[in-house]
């Protein structure tokens, strides 16, 4: 997710006070449509998570996947995350941004609830993290990617099915001021990419989790202000998601939903940008080339709270 962002950062995402001000005076019902439209939160009771996506050929999904920076795992279930995950009942949960250790998962609590947990820290305690929560058992688990220099991290797990590899990853974020840019860009983004297309040679890979870019300008509300100004969209971000594309991966969501404006999974604490729609693309599952056929849907869940970012979801034919 983009760092929390300076005075002036905030500013390119969010209207100026000298905007606020003239907006107030001279378009009060402009004012009062936002407001309107603005969806308030819905209880977890009211959501409605049930689909009868199938595939181009009519078969139904029979896999649920889903990914989430939870933005720290124990603030997450503070907030009611065990319940959300009960009711999604999905076949594999992909979190990114932990903020915790092994000893911080309450694992007692998952297996009361038909869930099974593997869980990477970083090095750095509070920073970073990914797990995954799942109901039937992967063949194997990996945590990292073998180069030391990323993996002391805690950015990555790989999950082995009969079928597929499930990757999930929590990608470097460029940092205040682009001061890991170059790090992110030819470093990370270069080994990324290649320890994922091993895997692809082997049989076809599920990739999710925070990439920590927004693609294209769709996939963001104000592209023009935060373009190689901010971290999440620059160019040469944008350049290492498009080359993995290349590589023979499907950006799912905009598979199925090329068009589709407003479509965030990320929006900042500031401003109240949740309510305004005022977000980011972050989150993504991509999909070998060969799976193209087994995709049924991907999903944002906007009105699930507990984090900055929302989960997302995927349903494949298996």
Known sequence: ????????????TSPSKKQK????????????KTDADAKPPISLEEMDFSSSASTKTGNAWNKKFISMN????????NKGGLDYIK???????????TKCSDKDIPVDDFKKAGFSTHFLAGDKAGYSGVGIIYKDPPMSIKDGIDVEKHDDEGRVITAEYEDYYLVTVYVPNSGRGLKR???????WDVDFRKYLKELDNKKPVILCGDL????????????????????GFCDAEREGLTELLQEGFIDTYRHIYPNKEQAYSFWTYMGN???????WRLDYFLVSKRLEDKMCDSLMRSQVMGSDHCPIALLMAF
């Open 1 to 12: 997710m983009p760092k929390r962002k300076s005075k002036t950062e905030a500013e390119a």
């Open 21 to 32: 001000t003239e907006a107030d005076a001279t378009s009060p019902s402009k004012k009062q």
């Open 70 to 77: 939870v933005n720290g795992f124990r603030a997450f279930l």
């Open 87 to 97: 009711k999604e009942s999905a076949d594999v949960f992909c979190i990114q941004e």
């Open 181 to 187: 840019l170059e790090y992110r860009t030819k470093e």
């Open 212 to 231: 920590n870019v927004a693609h294209n300008e769709i996939d963001l509300k104000n592209p023009k202000s935060n373009k190689n100004k901010t971290p």
């Open 273 to 279: 940008a949740r309510a305004k729609n005022v977000g």
